[in-house]
């Protein structure tokens, strides 16, 4: 069953104020990406999967056709004509255009502020980012929201640590969705190995590894502004950097990433995601709120708590001889990198990744995704168990007592938790099939 949001008839009861929802320059767009179609006479379901699907109704048969009208085209003014020409009555358009916006079901042709604005003027990467606009529409409810956060990832900033066959495809990646400046760390140069479609060409194989992968990153985005010099972004992953992306080719740094690697990001607080190959199996997560969610150390204390041998085995795997060549299998290497960077993409955009305190991993030949859950350890310097705790007795406080009161002394990033979670574009309408 999904949820139903309603009544939207021309005779149904018109609770609600027709108060006017957008600016007078509002272009009203029932989303495109949701699929439309009528469960019955009066009830029609937008969308196919059920993650994002909604019904809606009684619609009764003119207000069916007027929704064909709300395509982005007409500005209200135009549309409360054409209401009037079809009989609809007085005030019902802005009404439906209320209610409908209400239920994450509309965008609006021409909002998204100024950054939009400028981003509509850039036609070739606009053209190539609409599936991703589309798609944005789905995880945002307010009307020229998707278009916003679209445009709001031309100003972010990332580093991806890493350009062997995961780094360097996942840095494209997140070019080609429109990240505005995608810095790629690694040294050494490029190795047939590295090679893989849409990462490292085989003509850069003897180049220097970050110099190809950057030429790797501009070649996703092409057109946009040259990126700042290799000097430039501060390569201590500090501030500036929305997010850092650990992606080594070394699988021992995969398989046991070393907490020592991310300390001056946990120092300053910038967020960052671990993503690899390590023998047969692909793994993405932690992603860390330093501080507030697992991290490399809790991972690394939690391990040696369950296995006394674990140190043992670091030590011998990180003083052996390093092997040239390391198994890493190339299409679960672009899975990787292309769940990483969806990862990445989705806490870019406001929401908290599945991947916060978790490592998504996923082996050869069977390849079922399983989640391993990285709590936050006590021992662990980062101080994200402290935090857990206390924010364990906020929670509980706030359900005994005022929860307003109690929700308003959070930090930010906690803040930001919580609006990921509720940030269901359709909220309560929102049901699975
Ligand atoms: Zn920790």
Redesign the pocket.
């Known amino acids: 069953m999904l949820a139903r949001v309603g009544p939207l008839s021309t005779t149904g009861p018109a609770h609600g104020e027709h108060e006017s929802v957008r600016g007078p320059d509002m272009h009203p767009m029932v989303k495109p990406a949701l699929r439309r179609g009528w469960r019955d006479l009066n009830t029609v379901q937008f969308g196919m999967a059920p993650a994002h699907a909604l019904t809606l109704g009684p619609v009764d048969l003119a207000t069916g056709s007027f929704l064909d009208l709300l395509d982005g085209t007409r500005g209200l003014p135009l549309l409360r004509e054409e209401g009037h020409k079809m009989d609809l009555p007085e005030g019902h358009v802005d009404l439906l255009v209320e209610r409908l916006s209400r239920a994450g079901l509309l965008d609006d042709a021409r909002g998204g502020g100024p950054a939009a604005d400028a981003l509509r003027e850039d036609e070739e990467a606009l053209d190539r980012l609409r599936p991703d606009l589309a798609s944005l529409s789905l995880t945002t409810s307010e009307p020229g929201a998707a278009m916003g956060r679209l445009a709001a990832r031309r100003a972010q900033r990332v580093q991806v640590r890493g350009a062997g066959r995961v780094g360097a495809v996942l840095a494209s990646l997140l070019s080609g969705a429109g990240i505005g400046e995608v810095d790629v760390l690694d040294g050494g140069r490029v190795e047939p190995w590295d090679v893989a479609p849409g990462g490292l060409p085989a003509e850069s194989v003897g180049d220097r590894r970050s110099d190809s992968a950057r030429r790797a990153v501009r070649r996703a985005a092409p057109g946009r502004p040259a990126r700042r010099g290799p000097a430039a972004p501060p390569e201590d992953g500090g501030p500036g950097f929305s997010l850092v992306v650990l992606a080594p080719r070394d699988d021992i740094a995969v398989h046991a990433p070393p907490p020592s690697a991310a300390d001056p990001f946990m120092a300053v607080g910038t967020p960052h995601l671990y993503a690899g190959v390590a023998e047969g199996t692909g793994i993405v997560g932690p992603f860390v709120l330093p501080g507030e969610t ?2 490399a ?2 991972l690394q204390e939690h391990r040696t708590d369950r296995d006394p041998a674990w140190p043992r085995l670091i030590t011998q795997w990180r003083s052996g001889s390093q092997r040239r060549v390391r198994p890493c299998d190339l299409a679960l290497a672009t899975t990787v990198a292309g769940l990483a960077a969806a990862h990445a993409l989705a806490f870019l955009d406001g929401h908290l990744p599945s991947s916060a305190g978790t490592r998504w991993e996923a082996a050869l030949p069977g390849l079922n995704w399983h989640a391993r859950q990285i709590p ?2 006590p021992g ?1 310097p ?1 101080g ?1 168990a402290g935090r857990t705790e206390e924010e364990g007795e906020r929670e509980h406080v706030a359900r005994k007592g005022d929860r307003r009161e109690t929700m308003a002394g959070q930090r930010p990033s906690a803040g930001v938790r919580r609006e990921a979670g509720a940030a269901r574009p359709a909220g309560t309408w929102r049901a699975h099939v």
């Open positions: 697992g991290c150390g809790c936050a350890h662990c980062c994200a």
